[in-house]
């Protein structure tokens, strides 16, 4: 497969005019090389991961974190000046869907409100809103014109007009229009674009965490259990009042703490993010709770996801990818399981 295609597909679902402004999602670093046969998938650009993936024979590295947010040069030999060794060497590429997959809610983000089975589902911060869009398609013969209906028909969040025997209107969510498109060309080549017109409305939101309501209420013993199947950690920080039961709950990958206010405020009686801090542990409104399962868990199992999904979008005749596991930082117990001597 073509990089260049290969990044296409990336971007459908991880969209990177919809990363926060502050962030660096998209390319991190050119390669050379045209093709793809071996796509490596992982949590962190970290020296160990890309020497591994190279090793594997990874023309193309797809991460979450970005190499570095700030431009710089690499003046100094450490991890960023390595990566770099590493990746330009090469000739391959390195690509971070950042905050650009971090509100890819209906999707890899969204994992854990599959898993949980959440209902009445809504963002707990709305960052922006994607347009839909109008276009209008003319098919060769009126006999084409019905397998295109059938095709649009079945595209989630999309409507079909037929205007008359040889034209189309098609209102889709903007970044549904490659996967449609490529399923009108499959099942008529030799349809064509007459015109596109972005609509104010409709527009789908998008933005970062859910909010939403359990199928049926779960003793909090039992969520924690629950969590400590789903995620790759063994270990929980919780503040706030315990409940016995949940009925709502909401969750952020990564570092959302600061979003707790916002779960709260939509009825969450559980948050469940990473990176909390004392002043936001101290603001826990009597009743409800955070469960800081860090940074790591959330997003290497996204990650993870996101690295199955592209399976199923690039098909057959798609890239080999291998999803390589990383490392939580941070560890429940010393090595020996003892804490070390008090030293004055």
Wanted: hydrophobic share 45%; charged share 20%.
């Amino acid at each position: 497969m073509r990089v260049r295609e290969l990044i296409g597909i990336v971007e459908r679902t991880a969209d990177p005019r919809l990363a926060a402004s502050w962030d660096r999602s998209g390319l991190q670093i050119a390669g050379t090389v045209e093709d793809c046969r071996r796509l490596a998938v992982a949590l962190d650009p970290l020296p160990s991961f890309v020497e591994q993936a190279l090793d594997w024979g990874a023309e193309c590295l797809l991460v979450h974190h970005p190499l570095t947010l700030t431009p710089r040069l690499p003046d100094r030999v450490d991890d960023y000046h390595q990566v770099l060794r590493l990746v330009l060497g090469r000739g391959a590429w390195l690509y971070a869907a950042h905050t650009s997959l971090d509100v890819a809610t209906d999707g890899p983000a969204g994992w854990l409100a599959e898993a949980l089975g959440l209902e009445e589902r809504r963002l707990v911060e709305e960052a922006g809103r994607r347009p839909h869009v109008q276009t209008r398609l003319r098919v060769p013969a009126a006999a084409d014109r019905e397998r295109c209906l059938a095709v649009v028909t079945d595209w989630p969040r999309c409507s079909v007009l037929p205007l008359d025997a040889l034209h189309l209107e098609v209102i889709h969510p903007e970044t549904a229009w490659p996967g449609i498109k490529a399923a009108l060309v499959a099942a008529c080549p030799g349809i064509e674009i007459v015109s596109t017109l972005t609509l104010a409305a409709p527009a789908d939101p998008y933005g970062y965490g859910l909010v939403g309501t359990l199928p049926e209420p779960m003793p909090f013993s039992r969520l924690r259990a629950r969590l400590g199947e789903l995620l790759p950690r063994t270990f929980f920080t919780v503040a706030g009042a315990l409940p016995d039961r949940v009925r709502r709950l909401a969750y952020c990958p990564g570092s959302g703490a600061d979003m707790a206010p916002l779960a709260f405020a939509a009825g969450a009686e559980v948050y469940i993010t990473g990176d909390l801090k004392y002043h936001q542990a101290t603001a826990v409104p009597p009743g409800r709770c955070i469960v800081d399962v860090g940074h790591f868990s959330l997003e290497e199992v996204m990650l993870r996801v996101f690295a199955r999904d592209l399976e199923t979008s690039f098909g057959k005749g798609g890239p080999q990818i291998r999803f390589f596991p990383g490392n939580d930082p941070f560890s429940a117990h010393f090595p020996d399981g003892v804490l070390p001597p008090r030293t004055e």
